[in-house]
């Protein structure tokens, strides 16, 4: 995610640190080198003067830009949509912590310095496990080893073998809540309360991996994509005996739209990855240890991740 104040004056062109242009360089490089060669050869192709006006231009390019709205605001709701279920995660790990803490009986307080053979602290930690399996899930990642520090050893074991890690922490937490039923020190009501919180964080996880796993339909994508290259690449010859020496500079900037609201588009249809305009799951993750380790009185925090090149990851 790109954290920054918007530029102003000539800064405002200069800018590239998460702008589109470094994905369309090329496209638009060839773009406005073609309507270059067209205004230098004044619409003659194969010595066949081209005449085109300006009116089929009009006509495609009021659809194609609404359509291209259209799917970008498509693509914005499911990147919405995944803030808000990470921002759905955050809450619930937090109660869950607090749940854990005032609602299932000890002789002692929850402390970080119980280990992980206490049932609290033990279900804290792996909130915080399952915050970043689900970060390494929904980015195709396999870093287990982060996992170890808050898993005990045959369960971090099981780990590798899982396909679904979050599912795996998932049922832990319903063993151990199980136990804790069993063994009376929570009552069944209470019981019922904590459940419903694991069971928000998983329809979470589900939300996210629906949004990773059902793309807008390729069909939809392509004819997007494919109207507005033939209309960048054919709008020097409506242009050029209108524009002249101009040509090259218009076709530049309506190109520079056309394939930016395209790729951006693209980029944010899948807010999961690693791009620098996707959702900081790192960040989300760290805030989350913090909180949740602050809970159980420990003090030596991590820091929380701050932009690097006005990047947030």
Same mark, same amino acid.
């Given at each position: ?24 360089? *090329? ?17 003659? *192709? ?15 390019? *009021? ?5 291209? +709205? ?34 299932? /009986? ?39 080893? #982060? ?7 045959? #369960?971090?074991?099981?780990? +590798? ?21 069993? #063994? ?6 209470? /019981? ?14 589900? /939300? ?14 392509? *004819? ?7 209309? =960048?690449?054919?709008?020097?010859? +409506? ?12 076709? /530049? ?13 693209? #980029? ?16 989300? =993750? ?28």
């Amino acid at each position: 995610m790109i954290l920054r104040e918007r530029p102003s004056g000539l800064r405002l062109f200069l800018v590239l640190r998460g702008s589109v242009l470094p994905r369309i360089r *090329l496209t638009l490089f060839v773009n406005v080198l073609f309507a270059s060669l067209v205004t230098l050869c004044h619409g003659v *192709l194969f010595d066949q003067k081209v005449t085109l006006t300006t009116i089929p231009f009009t006509l495609i390019g *009021l659809p194609l830009a609404i359509f291209l +709205g259209f799917r970008n605001n498509a693509a914005y709701d499911r990147y919405w949509e995944g803030r808000k279920l990470w921002g759905e995660l955050v809450h619930r790990c937090r109660s869950l912590s607090r749940q854990c803490q005032s609602l299932i /009986g000890a002789a002692a307080p929850a402390s970080a310095a119980l280990g992980l053979d206490d049932v609290r602290v033990r279900m804290i930690y792996r909130a915080i496990a399952y915050a970043h399996a689900l970060r390494q899930h929904l980015r195709d990642l396999r870093r287990h080893e #982060e996992l170890q520090a808050l898993l005990r050893p045959d #369960e971090w074991r099981g780990v +590798g073998g899982s396909a679904n890690v979050p599912d795996y922490l998932m049922l832990h937490m319903g063993r151990d809540l199980r136990l804790c039923l069993e #063994e009376k020190r929570l009552d069944g009501c209470l /019981g019922a309360a904590i459940d419903a919180t694991l069971s928000q964080m998983a329809a979470a996880a589900v /939300g996210c991996e629906r949004i990773k796993t059902t793309p807008i339909p390729f069909s939809y994508s392509l *004819l997007l994509h494919r109207t507005a290259y033939l209309y =960048c690449f054919l709008l020097p010859f +409506g242009l050029v005996d209108a524009l002249g020496f101009m040509t090259p500079f218009v076709v /530049g900037i309506v190109a520079y739209t056309f394939f930016g609201l395209d790729a951006l588009g693209d #980029e944010i249809e899948e807010p999961f990855g690693l791009d620098s305009n996707d959702l900081p799951l790192d960040a989300m =993750c760290r805030t989350i240890e913090i909180n949740l380790r602050e809970s159980l009185g420990e003090s030596a925090l991590p820091a929380p991740l701050r932009a690097v090149d006005y990047c947030l990851s």
